[in-house]
């Protein structure tokens, strides 16, 4: 493996790293950047109970966004 394949990687690696994770807390989803694990970035009105039961445990094993478009869409069509 030559040097160029590991860089061009990495860049691809970085470039589909999901920016956000969703996760539950007291049985409500709440956002955290990638990064920052330890800080919520936003806190949804979202209940758990009323997500369908695939998309819990997606939660439940923090479920990744790729961007902000795609989270507010996610936000959007769970939203009551």
Same mark, same amino acid.
């Given at each position: 493996?030559?040097? &160029? #394949?590991?860089? @061009? /990687?990495?860049? @691809? !690696?970085? *470039?589909? *790293? =999901? /920016?956000?994770?969703?996760?539950?807390?007291?049985?409500?989803?709440?956002?955290?950047?990638?990064? #920052? @694990?330890? *800080?919520?970035?936003? +806190?949804?009105?979202?209940?758990? &109970?009323?997500?369908?039961?695939? +998309? !819990?445990?997606?939660?439940? #094993?923090?479920? $990744?966004? =790729?961007? /902000? $478009? =795609?989270?507010?869409?996610?936000? *959007?069509?769970?939203?009551?």
């Amino acid at each position: 493996v030559d040097e &160029k #394949n590991v860089v @061009l /990687e990495h860049v @691809l !690696q970085k *470039e589909t *790293e =999901a /920016e956000f994770v969703l996760r539950m807390v007291d049985e409500y989803v709440v956002v955290y950047r990638t990064g #920052n @694990l330890h *800080e919520s970035y936003m +806190t949804t009105g979202i209940e758990m &109970k009323e997500l369908p039961e695939e +998309t !819990q445990k997606e939660i439940i #094993n923090g479920k $990744e966004i =790729a961007d /902000e $478009e =795609a989270l507010y869409f996610f936000l *959007e069509s769970h939203s009551s």
